[in-house]
């Protein structure tokens, strides 16, 4: 069984460059999710899709973020212009689409901003 | 809104019982999960109640009030291996997940 593959699972970079993190579901979840992680704290929801619909935005998800699942398989995150704030583990779930079943995360990708 | 609440830290020794209480206040309740994160790991899912109650899983067991809003998870035979983050979560509607803060369990030996 495969599991939540994330890409890649560190991401270091400049203050005000744009960074776009990959995630592969589990291939017969159709839900997916998006969490944000900063130390000490759990995750906090960004966004989440039913197939390619993207149907629920945090409002933490300012428009400098932006996610895609295009095909209802993989999904994307991209963040422009970043922000020392903005650093944080980024974290993907998926699950299927029967009521109640857990959400599976991957490992996350670590963002630094410098 | 949703708000969750749980201790920051317990300790324990190997061998003995802890439990990890959660009070919960939500706008919508569709259940209560409890996930398992190690330093450095994804969240691993361990218990979910959707009605008031025990479940029971090997060594994990989750309890739920709906009328107390409030929930614990019970870790019984702890090992050194529990040393970790557990996170109650409630679900937002039927999709996403509101988790607390966590709280990080060191386990002695």
């Known amino acids: 069984d495969t599991g939540v593959s994330q890409d890649p699972r560190h991401k270091i970079t400049k203050r005000g460059q744009n960074v776009t993190f990959r995630c592969d579901p589990i291939s017969e979840h159709n839900r997916l999710y998006w969490y944000r992680q900063t130390l000490g704290q759990g995750p906090e929801f960004l966004t989440y899709f039913q197939n390619e619909a993207q149907l629920e935005k945090s409002r933490l998800l300012s428009d400098r973020f932006s996610a895609e699942r295009p095909k209802g398989s993989f999904s994307t995150l991209e963040i422009q212009r970043t922000e020392q704030g903005d650093s944080a583990m980024y974290l993907c779930?998926?699950?299927?689409?029967?009521?109640?079943?857990?959400?599976?995360f991957g490992d996350g990708t670590r963002l630094s901003i410098l | 809104g949703q708000s969750l609440e749980q201790p920051s830290e317990v300790t324990a020794v190997e061998g003995a019982i802890v439990q990890i209480n959660c009070t919960y206040q939500t706008s919508g309740f569709y259940g209560l999960s409890w996930y398992q994160q190690h330093d450095g790991g994804a969240p691993t899912f361990l218990s979910y109640?959707?009605?008031?109650g025990l479940e029971e899983t090997g060594r994990f067991s989750s309890f739920l009030s709906r009328s107390d809003s409030y929930g614990y998870l019970l870790l019984q035979e702890l090992q050194m291996k529990d040393s970790a983050s557990y996170f109650c979560a409630v679900r937002r509607g039927r999709r996403a997940l509101t988790f607390g803060s966590g709280t990080r369990l060191q386990v002695q030996p």
């Open positions: 109640n959707g009605l008031d």
């Open positions: 779930a998926s699950s299927s689409g029967q009521n109640n079943q857990p959400q599976h």
